[in-house]
Every structure is written in C-alpha cells, then in structure tokens.
C-alpha cells in the first residue's frame, strides 16, 4: 500500500489577493499601458478607410469560419462526430454539454467556440450586421454607383443559420 497525493485543486487565491496588497497599483498601470495601446491601435487602424474596410472583412470572415462550427456542431452532435465542442476539449467549459443541452439531449444549441450559445448569438449578430452593410454597400461600380456584393451571401447565409442554431432568444430579438 503506497501513500497516494491528493488531488490538487485549483484556486484563484494567489491572483485574487494580488487585487488588495501593494501590487494593485502596478496590475492598474499595466491595464491603463494595455487600453492605451489598444487605443492607439485602434486610431491607427482607422486612420484610413482601407484599413477599416480589411479589419472589418476580416472579423466577418473569422465568424464566418466560427458560424461553420458551429453548424458542425449540431451534426456533429447528432451523428456522434468528433469535436463537438472545443471549449470541454479545452478544460474551460465544465461539463459535458452542459448548456449545449441542458440535460436534455434533444435540445441541442449550437456554441461554437463560447461556453454561452448566448454570447455566441450576440457575436454572429454582430458579424451579420456587418456582413450585410458589406453586402449592400460594396465597392463602387465603374460609374460611381453603390452595387450589391455577391459575395458576402455566403457569408450572410452561414451567420443567419448559425444564429438560428444557437437559439438565443436575445441575439434573435436583436436581429428582428
């Protein structure tokens, strides 16, 4: 019979009495240097509207990539697939499925790569506005005329599914 180590817990302890000891006035000037930077990245992003136009298209094209997820999920869900939800693979989402289904496993909410298929509604109705803004007001015609972009219909199809899947009754309301 051998001594066995208990298991080891883990605490937020360290971190959480860092918030009242002398460190807290460095942790705050670390977060101010980080808005700050953020901040300036920021103005210099849309300093141009070049750069407004490639960061928004590339934010709708990586919820586009999370909205195919998250219809993979429900198949994968359905049919027994592999990586049904990344967030239990990652340790970070408690249980198995836990608001995936809530116990009950014919009611299935697509997540993607959030705990919450809220948070991930409210993502892709951002993502969906946007892609219908660059949808509708595309680039300039040889005549100066606004066209439609034909290309982000996929993209609109794939969020509007997506946020459907996730049943989020306030992400739905928003796009109502």
Not at 40 to 47: A, D, K, N, R, W
């Amino acid at each position: 019979m051998g001594i066995v180590n208990p298991v080891p817990s883990v605490t937020w302890a360290p971190e959480v009495e860092l918030r009242g000891s002398e460190v807290r006035s460095l942790i705050q000037l670390a977060f101010l240097y980080f808005s700050s930077l953020a901040y300036f990245l920021t103005v210099y992003l849309c300093s141009d509207v070049s750069k407004v136009l490639r960061a928004v298209r590339l934010y709708v094209y990586c919820a586009t990539a999370l909205a195919g997820y998250g219809i993979y999920q429900l198949f994968a869900f359905a049919f027994n697939l592999p990586f049904v939800d990344i967030t239990n693979a990652l340790g970070t989402g408690g249980g198995v499925y836990h608001v995936a289904t809530y116990g009950a496993t014919h009611n299935f909410r697509a997540h993607g790569t959030f705990q919450e298929p809220l948070n991930f509604g409210h993502y892709l109705l951002s993502a969906f506005f946007l892609s219908f803004s660059l949808w509708l007001y595309g680039p300039r015609s040889a005549t100066g005329e606004w066209r439609l972009f034909k290309s982000y219909s996929f993209p609109l199809l794939l969020l509007a599914v997506a946020l459907l899947l996730t049943r989020s009754r306030g992400a739905l309301i928003g796009l109502a």
